[in-house]
């Protein structure tokens, strides 16, 4: 089994910058594809962006594309979402996802493991 935490969130105003730490304990997830989804009140939970396992490829979400940075450090089973140019519409809770197989897809319920959530809201 695989634990996430994730930890970095908090109030900012717009404009702002936040780095969302995600940290994973039990099996090594050198391998994994790791992601990053967020929810707001009433509203589906969505994809924002995952670093795959082979070469380490990206891919973002049009809407942080470009002001949000994803990536990781294995040797601390770390994965960081570095947030720039934030806007109120980003508020949401953020959580961290692991898909074991590296495929790193978009959608849900693709990743098998789910961190509890870190709230990050902006201010306009």
């Known amino acids: 089994q695989v634990q996430l935490v994730e930890s970095g969130g908090g109030l900012v105003q717009a404009g702002g910058s936040l780095r969302l730490s ?15 989804f967020r929810q707001a009140p009433g509203k589906e939970r969505e994809f924002v962006a995952v670093i795959r396992y082979i ?6 979400a049009d ?10 450090d294995n040797a601390k089973n770390t994965v960081y979402l570095q947030m720039n140019s934030l806007k109120p519409e980003d508020t949401a809770v953020y959580y961290c996802a692991a898909d074991i197989t590296g495929n790193g897809a978009t959608f849900r319920y693709e990743y098998e493991y789910w961190g ?9």
């Open 22 to 36: 995600c940290a994973a304990s039990g099996r090594t997830f050198s391998t994994y594809a790791m992601a990053w």
């Open 116 to 124: 509890q959530g870190t709230q990050v809201t902006v201010s306009s």
């Open 55 to 60: 070469r380490s490829r990206t891919m973002y």
């Open 63 to 72: 809407s942080v594309k470009g002001r949000f940075t994803i990536s990781r």
